[in-house]
């Protein structure tokens, strides 16, 4: 899990969506073979969309990424898909408390191979006893792939279909229902043009679906988010004699976005927008003695053109890495970026099941963050290795929601600022029987709106994560992972008044009218929750029965059962805790 890096927090065991270095939770770029994902999680954030058996690599960036990506401020997490094998038909199973997985693939004829994958939730009520609430929740995700090898002359060649779904029904007619839909489909082109030119190119199109159906609650109104979007992306590399490599490319992406809604007014409003985002980039690699240098430039034509952008379509991005002593080095990264689209959701939710996505208004900036990183890593035994980073990173635009709205000609956002920095250290030893992988950070995030300054939900101050990994028979690991982190910032009820409806002016009665309840809030995230802790212990035993080969698992989480604040309820003030001692099997076969 990407969540164990340093630098990378979640707000909670339920919830799947991570912040990076103080960035929100939509200022990551999702990848798949080339395809951007609008929404990489099941509902709640519980689990991942993707299933980790059919990734062949993951590319994390956390900062100061290369020139290549673009459209978000803060991280790329950049995954490729597997092919299937082209010597055999193979098969895996695999069944769990929450979930149940089918996977198929082998060789069509010479060169053509072919991949199926898909998972779907089993056992609801697992779900209820794993949230401790009773949640009528189902979900679905799964892939298709046929890869062509056409020889080093030709190119591979590549199709490939994702598809997740997400289902909350509940009985209750006062509660809504929800469902989220994704969807992607691309096609990949990889192979040399020329002796010493290779090009990656990527077309695809992909969706996002998202309806609330409120029922007869009269907490929420309807509404409904779309995401369409259609794109290519081609990357070319250029070799040379002396080893430098020479990188440029393009992307065209045509994204039409959609939200319905019912304001409280009860007035529908539909907000609609398709546009062009267009961008180019150049990037050079060489080594020069103990000196590596990796520069490039991210040119934001869309904006150039669709905003009138000025010189922060110009985005340089610098790596560089010296080498000090042994095989230690020093590093210094910059980076600029820019985001042009944004999701709607009150940052104040504990979890945000609902986000629609938009583009963000003409009259207001675009997003921009500059990044500053500066690192050293080495290995200080042969089996320890050892990385440290410092970063900061300015945010010269973001868009916030106004606070202080008051009426319908106010906007609904405005321009603000913010800042996040903080220090980072990662830590892996590892011998044959044991695997040992420490992570720490040290960060504090702001952002400031309207002169007034305050500490975003996702801002920790300190988080750790320790994992172990024990090696003790042939086929046997056990898993320990302990992480504990300070509490996350929270605005306090300080009292309660009682607010006139006033629903029918002419009829009344308004004498002895008590009104409803409202709370009375106090600073904004003026409050920390207590520091948080858990820790995870899982066995797995592999073994052959030739031919199938398989493996059992038991999974224990918070095996000491600490009750880690989830929120308080604010009509309630009840304490609602996160996940208890949750113990899980998984049992999986391959042929």
Not at 60 to 88: C, H, I, K, Q
Not at 261 to 275: A, C, E, H, Q
Request: net charge negative.
């Amino acid at each position: 899990s990407i969540r164990i890096l340093p630098g990378i927090i979640s707000t909670s065991d339920v919830n799947s969506q991570f912040y990076v270095r103080g960035g929100a939770g939509d200022q990551n770029l999702i990848l798949l073979d080339g395809m951007k994902i609008y929404n990489p999680y099941h509902a709640f954030g519980i689990f991942s969309i993707f299933d980790s058996d059919i990734i062949k690599t993951t590319e994390v960036y956390t900062g100061a990424f290369p020139p290549e990506f673009g459209g978000r401020l803060s991280s790329v997490v950049n995954m490729t898909t597997r092919d299937g094998r082209s010597n055999a038909i193979s098969g895996r199973a695999n069944i769990n408390f929450l979930s149940t997985k089918l996977q198929l693939d082998g060789p069509a004829v010479e060169g053509v191979t072919w991949l199926v994958s898909g998972r779907k939730s089993l056992f609801s009520q697992t779900f209820k006893n794993f949230l401790n609430k009773d949640l009528p929740l189902s979900f679905y995700d799964g892939i298709l792939k046929a890869t062509v090898e056409a020889g080093e002359s030709q190119g591979t060649y590549s199709v490939q279909a994702f598809f997740s779904g997400d289902n909350l029904r509940s009985t209750d007619p006062n509660e809504p229902d929800y469902s989220w839909r994704t969807g992607a489909v691309g096609f990949v082109a990889a192979g040399l043009i020329q002796d010493r030119v290779y090009v990656n190119a990527v077309g695809f199109e992909n969706s996002f679906t998202a309806t609330r159906d409120a029922k007869q609650s009269k907490e929420v109104t309807p509404a409904s988010t779309k995401v369409r979007e259609t794109g290519v992306r081609a990357n070319a590399t250029l070799y040379t004699d002396s080893r430098d490599l020479y990188f440029f490319g393009f992307e065209f992406n045509f994204p039409t976005l959609e939200y319905e809604l019912i304001n409280n007014y009860g007035v529908p409003r539909v907000l609609t927008s398709s546009f062009v985002q267009t961008s180019t980039w150049l990037r050079y690699q060489t080594s020069q003695g103990r000196l590596q240098a990796d520069v490039g430039l991210h040119l934001d034509v869309g904006s150039l053109f669709e905003r009138e952008g000025g010189l922060e379509v110009v985005q340089p991005r610098v790596n560089l890495s010296y080498g000090l002593w042994d095989n230690w080095k020093g590093k210094l990264s910059y980076g600029r970026f820019s985001q042009n689209m944004i999701t709607v959701n009150n940052e104040d939710d504990v979890i945000a099941i609902f986000d629609a996505w938009i583009r963000i208004p003409d009259n207001l900036k675009s997003e921009q963050a500059d990044h500053y990183v500066m690192g050293l890593e080495g290995n200080v035994l042969q089996t320890l290795s050892t990385s440290f980073q410092a970063y900061y990173k300015t945010y010269s635009s973001l868009v916030i929601y106004n606070r202080d709205k008051v009426d319908a000609l106010d906007p609904d956002y405005i321009n603000g600022k913010g800042k996040a920095y903080g220090v980072e250290a990662l830590i892996r030893y590892g011998n044959p029987f044991l695997d040992v992988y420490a992570a720490y950070t040290l960060g504090w995030t702001t952002i400031t709106a309207n002169d007034f300054t305050y500490y975003p939900r996702y801002d920790r101050r300190h988080n750790l994560n320790l994992l172990t990994v024990f090696h003790p028979l042939e086929g046997l690991d056990v898993t320990l992972r302990w992480e504990i982190g300070s509490g996350f910032p929270f605005t306090q009820t300080i009292g309660y008044y009682d607010r006139l409806t006033l629903g029918d002016v002419f009829r009344g009665p308004y004498v002895g009218e008590t009104g409803k309840p409202y709370a009375i809030l106090g600073e904004k995230n003026a409050a920390r929750l207590p520091t948080y802790h858990r820790l995870d212990a899982s066995a797995t035993y592999r073994f052959t029965l030739s031919p199938i080969t398989g493996s059992f698992g038991v999974h224990i989480v918070n095996v000491y059962n600490y009750r880690n604040v989830f929120y308080f309820d604010r009509k309630t003030g009840q304490q609602i805790n996160m996940l208890p001692f949750f113990p899980t099997a998984t049992l999986s076969i391959e042929y």
